[in-house]
């Protein structure tokens, strides 16, 4: 790696921070849920501080830009819009279901993902990923939010052998399975880490895949959250209570 990033991630419970400086990569992460909002920016400056560099010295920022939990993405989002103002640089904007299966690839070296966050309401989101090396990413359909037993409809795509699971929607398996194909593994507990948003970050700043301060918006896929469809069982219990 060779851009200075500095790459935010509230997307789930944890939230982490990642910096690239001189090829070497820094990490910081904490598991505060609700805590996001107090935690990120004391982390920025400390892990700035660790590299000894400033915010103007840097390339861009990158930031976890959905689907996710609403707080979460909006606060990545309002923390790097406001640093990437302050010091005039770009942002890169990364998928957090991307990131997830990167990190089931760096952690586990599963080379396609079925990556799933638990959506509440009786829904998933989802995005399927082919990853061929580090921040080599390859989206495999869309990208949507759905009830379990419609995941591969709205997606588009069909089920297929050499697929690994990855992410809290896959609470939701005996659901899901039957319409990805059988798994050849699975972990439910693997969450976004901000050090996957910078390997991914690192490839789209190199591509010129950049937005301005602006720009930065998060992602949500969903549109209506007021309606609240009826959960989907898993052996008599809700995934999402």
Not at 41 to 57: D, H, I, K, N, Y
Not at 186 to 209: I, K, M, R, V
Request: glycine fraction near 10%; include cysteine.
């Amino acid at each position: 790696m060779s851009a200075r990033i500095l790459a935010i991630d509230t997307t789930a419970e944890a939230c982490s921070v990642a910096l690239c400086v001189d090829g070497e990569p820094l990490t910081e992460l904490t598991n505060e849920p609700r805590q996001h909002a107090e935690r990120i920016l004391p982390m920025v400056e400390r892990l700035l501080a660790t590299a000894g560099v400033s915010l103007s010295q840097l390339d861009a920022l990158a930031f976890g830009r959905g689907p996710g939990a609403f707080t979460g993405l909006r606060i990545a989002a309002g923390v790097v819009q406001g640093l990437a103002l302050g010091a005039d640089l770009p942002a890169i904007p990364v998928s957090s279901l991307a990131m997830l299966a990167h990190r089931g690839w760096r952690e586990q070296r599963w080379p396609q993902c079925h990556a799933a966050f638990d959506a509440r309401m009786g829904e998933v989101y989802w995005g399927s990923y082919v990853i061929s090396g580090q921040g080599q990413v390859q989206k495999w359909g869309r990208e949507c939010v759905a009830v379990p037993d419609q995941v591969t409809a709205q997606a588009g795509v069909s089920a297929g052998p050499g697929w690994w699971g990855v992410g809290s929607g896959w609470c939701y398996r005996d659901a899901l399975e039957p319409l990805t194909g059988p798994l050849r593994g699975c972990n439910p507990a693997l969450t976004t880490h901000a050090l996957d948003l910078l390997w991914l970050a690192q490839t789209a700043y190199a591509a010129g895949e950049t937005v301005t301060a602006e720009q930065v918006a998060p992602v949500y896929l969903r549109n209506e959250v007021a309606a609240k469809p009826k959960p989907v069982s898993r052996g008599g219990e809700e995934c999402n209570e």
